[in-house]
């Protein structure tokens, strides 16, 4: 096995077996060649990963990445809070200071901040990160998660606020579990998965609501909801902040409809609520918005698709939630609602409803009067960007607070006054980035059946002045919008004289729940259809040529990237594959699989396995194809997409492509598909910017 590169560039790959494996699945033959890649415990396949990271090894050197390391540090380096969660006084908020390597949870009462959870402390290894936190009513209870080594599986913990000391945990099976504190801070509830050994290989599904006693063994803890349903569905449970009104989510997988459950815990013992359907059995995203001290005849409010794929605020009674909905606040065609939130108080003459809206990917926050649903205002927003979620207290009052960005202005928290209608900035602290020499442009292009698709372009000029080496990105799935966000490697990209374009592509939420349902399943051609549609425009547009233009994406969008490269390999002069998904014939049989059926389909269906076989970028791989350069990037620990769909599909490329390359294969330990700490992120993103510079002629 040889992993040195030969004369005039062209590498010399390590060998790989090639297996003459053909199974027939519904009368397909479905071929797969590197099955053996699958098993990371697999002598061979140790063996075969360590010579690819000899050759990465080798080749990285002339890309001059530490230079791309060194400005996307610089454009990292600044102070970023979550909006914060007021409880008893105190307000909670994440904080990574500038040049941080992890968020920590700090708290703030009477004029002081203090740190409550520091991942860095905790392990200086920087191998932990926090995953979720959950205040007590009170706010003297802290309900936290960690989880280690990149694989997303949390553990819980309940602390002191005032004290640090921990009172609980750890609480395994959790994976970023929503908690319910009742009043009191004696109990809450939450999700935890089954222990294994009933379902051998489906270790991460079986997901149950349990109530739990602070103090007590998790093995005593009750379950309340979850017992005979699919084992799939994922939960998510919450309560009013008087503990009256508990909910229950659930949702089959990724699937975005969504089955409600309401209980009065007035009516019944904590430990066997009556949970009563409001929504079930029908297509729609439904949230629930409850009052603090609302009874049983008084108003709460539905954010809901149901009925309205853009979605819509519906109001109800507790008591006929299940059926007795009115609507105040109508779909409005083209914005899509992406959250609502109530302001009440003596403060305030009436109760405001704050509505989120997405429009053709850009953020807008209405006001309106809840008594009839008039719209009185909107919340001022510092430019054409995005809106995060809205936080309010759950005692009630005239505040929200929330998130906001855009391609050059880094995430931000801006609070909302309903009493004057100002927003201001929320502990803002003088940024030390500079966004300049950037402009961004918003446009529309016609993919091919003629469908009207929009992409955000970042350049120098603001304008195609000239062919420039440009990076095209995307998403595409799983009704996921792509907004204007704080980006430094598309600023750094554009500040050494490159275009970077983001590509908002059906399959996303950016155009309501008809976009989605337009890329996903049987339609997923069209997302790869709108992504050559983009590439296309940016080169007759002329703000690039064929021989600069590389693509870029992650997960769902390293599958886009997999197809696009072997769909059309002659439209790209380069690729970077993130953690992709590749081998949509087995897809289901590893990490969080199972969970993507509703996105994909099921290969266990015919129907299923032939639209997934017409585009499976693994199964496309032809010998003899001058595909172009590509890098695929992994995580070893990585429990959502399993390594083994990049290592196959390296190996597939690295026999069937003549052409001088290089396909390579980045293999990075204890990190997964979620956070990780900061320099960590940067030396990827300066890893990946570099190969497509070297390809694509920019130099910085």
Excluded at 42 to 52: E, F, I, M, V, Y
Excluded at 565 to 572: D, G, S, V
Aim: a neutral charge; hydrophobic letters at 35%.
């Amino acid at each position: 096995m040889r992993s040195d590169t030969a004369g005039g560039g062209t590498p010399r790959y390590p060998d790989a077996e090639r297996l003459a494996l053909v199974e027939e699945r519904h009368g397909l033959a479905v071929r797969d060649p590197y099955r053996w890649l699958e098993d990371g415990a697999d002598p061979r396949t140790g063996a075969w990963l360590s010579a690819q990271e000899e050759l990465y090894a080798a080749s990285r050197p002339a890309w001059r990445a530490e230079r791309w390391h060194r400005r996307l540090a610089s454009l990292h380096a600044v102070d970023l809070h979550s909006p914060p969660v007021t409880r008893g006084g105190r307000s909670f908020f994440s904080r990574r200071p500038a040049g941080g390597e992890h968020p920590r949870l700090m708290v703030a009462s009477h004029g002081r901040d203090r740190p409550l959870v520091d991942p860095a402390e905790l392990d200086p290894a920087g191998l932990t990160v926090l995953d979720t936190w959950r205040p007590s009513v009170e706010g003297d209870l802290l309900a936290y998660q960690l989880s280690s080594n990149g694989t997303e599986e949390s553990r819980l913990w309940v602390m002191d606020t005032a004290t640090g000391r921990v009172l609980d945990g750890p609480i395994d099976r959790v994976r970023r579990s929503a908690v319910a504190w009742l009043p009191g801070g004696t109990h809450f509830y939450y999700v935890r998965r089954l222990p294994p050994g009933p379902h051998p290989g489906e270790e991460r599904y079986h997901r149950r609501v349990f109530l739990h006693r602070v103090g007590s063994h998790p093995d005593e803890d009750i379950m309340i909801f979850g017992e005979g349903r699919d084992g799939a569905q994922f939960y998510t449970v919450s309560l009013t902040a008087d503990g009256r009104w508990l909910s229950v989510v659930a949702t089959q997988g990724t699937d975005r409809d969504t089955e409600v459950w309401l209980a009065d815990l007035t009516a019944g013992p904590w430990h066997a609520p009556a949970l009563r359907p409001v929504q079930e059995g029908v297509r729609g995203h439904t949230r629930l918005c409850i009052p603090p001290g609302a009874g049983a005849g008084s108003a709460i409010w539905l954010r809901t698709t149901r009925g309205a794929p853009y979605g819509r605020v519906m109001t109800a009674t507790p008591s006929t939630a299940g059926g007795g909905w009115r609507e105040l606040i109508a779909e409005r065609p083209g914005s899509v609602l992406t959250d609502f939130a109530v302001l009440t108080g003596a403060r305030l003459p009436r109760p405001l409803g704050l509505a989120s809206w997405v429009r053709h990917a850009v953020s807008e926050i209405t006001v309106h009067d809840l008594t009839d649903g008039t719209q009185v205002g909107t919340v001022p927003l510092p430019g054409a960007g995005s809106a995060g979620g809205l936080v309010v207290s759950r005692e009630g009052g005239h505040e929200a607070w929330f998130s906001y960005s855009d391609h050059l202005t880094p995430w931000t928290v801006l609070h909302y006054d309903g009493r004057t209608g100002v927003t201001r900035p929320w502990r803002r602290r003088p940024s030390a980035v500079v966004t300049a020499g950037a402009r961004t442009r918003h446009v529309a292009f016609r993919s091919a059946d003629g469908t009207t698709v929009r992409m955000f372009v970042l350049s120098p000029e603001g304008r195609p002045d000239r062919p420039r080496p440009a990076v095209l990105t995307g998403y595409g799935g799983f009704g996921a919008p792509v907004v204007p966000a704080y980006s430094p490697e598309a600023l750094a990209w554009v500040r050494a004289g490159g275009v970077w374009a983001v590509a908002c592509l059906r399959g996303g939420g950016e155009e309501g729940e008809e976009w989605h349902h337009a890329g996903r399943g049987a339609h997923k051609q069209n997302v790869f259809d709108d992504f050559a549609a983009a590439a296309d425009h940016l080169v007759e547009a002329g703000w690039t040529g064929r021989d600069r233009l590389g693509i870029m994406g992650g997960s769902n969008g390293g599958l886009l990237v997999g197809a696009a490269i072997t769909q059309h390999p002659e439209k790209y002069a380069a690729a970077v594959c993130m953690s992709p998904l590749l081998d949509m014939a087995r897809y289901e049989l590893h990490g969080l699989g199972p969970s993507w059926r509703p996105e994909y389909g099921s290969a266990d269906e015919a129907g299923g396995l032939r639209t997934l076989l017409a585009y499976s970028p693994y199964h496309h791989v032809r010998a003899g194809t001058a595909y172009p350069p590509v890098l695929f990037t992994v995580a070893e620990t990585d429990t959502r997409v399993d390594p083994l769909h990049a290592r196959k599909m390296c190996a597939a490329l690295q026999h069937a492509s003549p052409g001088p390359g290089p396909v390579l294969l980045r293999h990075e330990r204890d990190v997964g598909h979620g956070e990780r700490a900061l320099s960590r992120t940067v030396a990827l993103q300066a890893d990946c910017l570099a190969f497509l510079a070297a390809h694509l002629g920019l130099r910085i």
